[in-house]
């Protein structure tokens, strides 16, 4: 039995094993020396090292609650030193799970950059794209869509002919982002929301999709007529209708409109999908690596979603190492729609990547890791602000 297995499957799995020890003892037996935040601009980074001088980047920006997150990460900084880099999955689990305390953005938003930054570490070590070590490409580019400003039918329209000059097919509007003398009425914003939708679908035409946003703003009812009110206009998805905190809300939603569905920027780690997934409440999942767990999560959730023929759309993100972790995993799931943003947005001298968007579609290089380099050196000083504090016209608070 031995001599045979020598010669035949056995043998196989021993090179196999042989050959990931080999790989791992080459990258040096690396041990994490120090994880270390990076703030540049309005963006929070953060840098694994090794002791070995090798290290990893990664992306924890939380928009408005960034140095909540810089003040996570030294928290779980001594759960992680001395851990051998390659176990990904292994401080993954102990991280999110280890602890009494875990979810939620600010923790989540810690967790996935670490995520990160150990998944472009481990593409360095063993010299190959991260994408390679997701399973490989499922596609040669990635599509994305890009979001067309204006709060008025002319507006949108011309903003819409200049997105699609520069080759993007699918278009995302928000035509309820302005306020009426400071105050946001629900009512008001659906009917000229309506008038805009109605315009623009007139301008496009029937081939280019149109994604409709409304950023968690309405409740079921009013969620329900908006949908209703622009299915004739056949957007690919209405996106975050609904507020992120009670998912079953979709339920209501979901038996009073035919009108496709999208959700998840605002979800975190897998688990917050079970309801949605399980249940076929939505058909588009928006996940967003930097507050999902990372690259980790990130595939899971795709893996969860793909059992129930769901699409991923990922949340666009604002820096070029979040957007190229976002980009490898697009690149290596089977399931993938369309992905939002633009790789350079937040790109000057301090950041590079290896990719580009061209004709609305985003093509990524073979560069070990992720493709990104950090000049600290040159990174902008650190920025916060805090989104708009909305009132209704009684004064009352109105979801942003």
């Known amino acids: 039995m031995k001599a045979a297995a020598a010669g035949g499957l056995g043998a196989s799995f021993l090179v196999s094993g042989a050959f990931a020890r080999d790989m791992h003892d ?5 041990k994490i020396t120090a994880l270390r935040p990076i ?24 928009n408005t609650r960034t140095t909540a997150v810089a003040a996570a990460l030294k928290s779980i900084e001594p759960v992680i030193l001395g851990q051998d880099p390659f176990r990904i999955e292994h401080l993954w689990q102990d991280l999110f799970r280890g602890t009494f305390w875990r979810g939620g953005p600010v923790l989540l938003s810690a ?17 190959t794209p991260v994408y ?13 869509y890009s979001g067309c400003g204006g709060s008025t039918p002319d507006e949108l329209c011309r903003n819409a002919e200049k997105t699609m000059a520069r080759g ?3 278009l995302r509007i928000c035509p309820h982002d302005g306020l009426v003398d400071g105050r946001y009425e629900p009512g008001h914003q659906i009917r000229e929301s309506v008038k805009c939708m109605r315009a623009l679908r007139k301008a496009v035409g029937e081939e ?9 703003r309405f409740t079921p009812v009013r969620a329900v007529e908006l949908c209703n009110a622009i299915a004739e206009y056949r957007p690919v998805y209405v996106e975050d209708p ?4 009670s998912p079953e809300s979709y339920r209501t939603l979901r038996s009073h409109t035919h009108v496709p569905l999208g959700t998840g920027e605002k979800l975190g780690a897998p688990w917050d999908y079970k309801t949605l997934i399980e249940e076929d409440l939505v058909d588009y999942l928006r996940t ?24 991923m759309a990922p949340h666009g993100l604002p820096s070029a190492i979040g957007m190229m972790a976002a980009l490898h995993v697009d690149l290596s799931i089977p399931n993938l729609y369309v992905q939002e943003g633009g790789l350079y947005s937040n790109v000057g001298s301090h950041l590079t990547a290896d990719g580009e968007i061209k004709d609305g579609f985003a093509i990524i290089g073979d560069s070990p890791g992720l493709g990104v380099k950090l000049d600290e050196s040159r990174c902008p000083p650190f920025s916060t602000y805090e989104h708009p504090h909305w009132r209704r016209e009684d004064g009352a608070v109105q979801d942003w």
Request: glycine content about 14%; hydrophobic content about 40%.
């Open 39 to 62: 703030f540049s601009g309005r963006n929070l980074f953060v840098k694994v090292e090794t002791d070995k001088g090798l290290y990893g980047l990664g992306d924890g920006s939380l």
């Open 168 to 170: 993007f097919t699918v």
């Open 111 to 127: 967790l996935s950059a670490v995520d990160m930054a150990l998944w472009d570490l481990k593409g360095k070590a063993l010299n």
């Open 288 to 311: 967003d690596v930097c507050n999902c767990g990372g690259i980790s999560a990130m595939r899971k959730i795709a893996a969860y979603g793909e059992t129930h023929y769901l699409e």
């Open 26 to 30: 080459a990258a040096g037996g690396l």
């Open 242 to 245: 609904l507020r992120a905190d």
């Open 208 to 216: 280019v999709e149109i994604i409709f946003e409304c950023h968690t």
């Open 132 to 144: 390679n070590l997701l399973g490989g490409k499922c596609r040669e580019k990635i599509r994305m």
